[in-house]
Nanobody, 128 residues
Framework: QVQLRESGGGSVQAGGSLRLSCHVS????????MAWFRQAPGKERMSLVA????????TYADFVTGRATISRDNPRDTLNLEMTDLKSEDTAMYYC?????????????????????WGQGTQVTVSS
């Protein structure tokens, strides 16, 4: 059974930084599209934060461009997301997702439906 487990969330003051990690078990991530999504409080839909494909190419949502870095550690089957200059609007539950082999279909517009496996999320709370 494929499992994704996020870690690294927590409470941080505005302007601070966080590093989120997602460990995937029973499936190698090295050839797959992966992504981070987030769901803000009171919002029904998740927003795509960043993607990274098999070749290591990354895309970012406008709201994190310049403040986020997605990376993958293939030998450890771990996906990371580093965020800096955090803002109160970054407060959300962050989810990692494992998608298809190869490229991320749609790049920064890849829909949640393209991802087969999901973690349970890690909460990030940014206070001003």
């Amino acid at each position: 059974q494929v499992q994704l487990r996020e870690s690294g969330g927590g409470s941080v003051q505005a302007g601070g930084s966080l590093r989120l990690s997602c460990h995937v078990s029973t499936l190698s991530i090295s050839i797959r599209c992966m992504a981070w999504f987030r769901q803000a409080p009171g919002k029904e839909r998740m927003s795509l934060v960043a993607t990274i494909d098999r070749a290591g190419r990354s895309t970012y949502a406008d709201f994190v461009t310049g403040r986020a870095t997605i990376s993958r550690d293939n030998p450890r089957d771990t996906l990371n997301l580093e965020m800096t200059d955090l803002k109160s609007e970054d407060t959300a539950m962050y989810y990692c997702a494992l998608g298809p082999i190869g490229e991320c279909p749609g790049g920064r517009l890849t829909s949640a439906g393209a991802f087969e496996y999901w973690g349970q999320g890690t909460q990030v709370t940014v206070s001003s």
